[in-house]
C-alpha cells in the first residue's frame, strides 16, 4: 500500500510541476526538471525502507527502481508531447 501512496505522489508532484511549468511559460522544460527531483525523492524512500522499516537493501532496491522509473518516464513522455515554446 505504501508503494502505492508514494506511486501516486510521484505523479501528483508531476502535475504540479508541468501546471507551474506551463503557468509560468514552458510545462516541456518542467517536465525535465521533474525526474531529478523524484531521483532525490526516491532514495529518501528508499532510504526510509532501509533505515527505518528495516527492509533489506536487497529487497527495497526493486521497489526503489519501480517508484522512480514510472513517474520519471511519465516525465519524459510528457516532455516529448509537450511542444516546446
Known sequence: ??????????FVLL???L??????????????YFPP???AAA???LW???AKAGYSLRDEAPIFLLIFALPAAA???AWWKIPMR
Open 1 to 10: 500500500m505504501h508503494t502505492i501512496k508514494v506511486l501516486a505522489l510521484g
Open 15 to 17: 502535475g504540479a510541476f
Open 19 to 32: 501546471l507551474i511549468g506551463r503557468t509560468v511559460g514552458d510545462g516541456a522544460r518542467a517536465a525535465l
Open 37 to 39: 527531483v523524484w531521483l
Open 43 to 45: 532514495a529518501i524512500n
Open 48 to 50: 526510509y525502507g532501509v
Open 75 to 77: 516525465a519524459l513522455l
